[in-house]
């Protein structure tokens, strides 16, 4: 019998944290992203602690949440897996002046990760490749202007980084996926 406790939790957690914020630019409930990188990981394992990361991978980024009040509720594994997959700001940086140093942090921490730590970041990364690629479709390059980063090259050299930190799973098709977008969105 399948015992989805630590995952059903890590869900009423997520949506709670995520309460009244929108995507950006989008018009829906932010929980909408970490639900949708909740799915994609399912597609690769059903290994309670790697979904319940998925779904809680931006809650120490995006809200007053730490890693210590997500490793209290939900053990070490998910913690380190979180941990693994957010953004280090440091004082008195904005968002826009480290934003290239974030990514190559990213990218890096990516690439050296455990297999389950890329399963978790696949998630995320697809999820936001999904949103891009459709928004490119729709208004072409003005989606940059929605973002900290406005110069395409930049995303460009990011998302390609992350495809490079994340070949191990160019087995499963999230990642398959992942790389046919990015060369949708940026040819070569």
Known sequence: MLDSSLLDKAIIFAVKAHKNVERRGKGFPYIVHPLEALEIVSTISSDQQLLSAAVLHDVVEDTDYTIDDIRKEFGDVVADLVKAESDVYLP??????????????????????????????????????????????????????RFHEKNKSEHAWHYKGLAWALEDLSDTFAYKEFTYLLNKVFPE
């Not at 990760?113 to 999904?130: C, F, Q």
Request: charged share 35%; aromatic share 10%.
């Open 92 to 145: 008195g940086e904005t968002s826009e002046s480290s934003w290239h140093r974030r990514k190559q942090e990213a990218i890096d921490r990516i690439r050296s990760s455990s297999y389950e730590a890329k399963v978790v970041a696949i998630g995320d990364k697809l999820s936001n490749m999904r949103a891009i690629y459709r928004d490119y479709v729709e208004i072409g390059d003005e989606l940059w202007t």
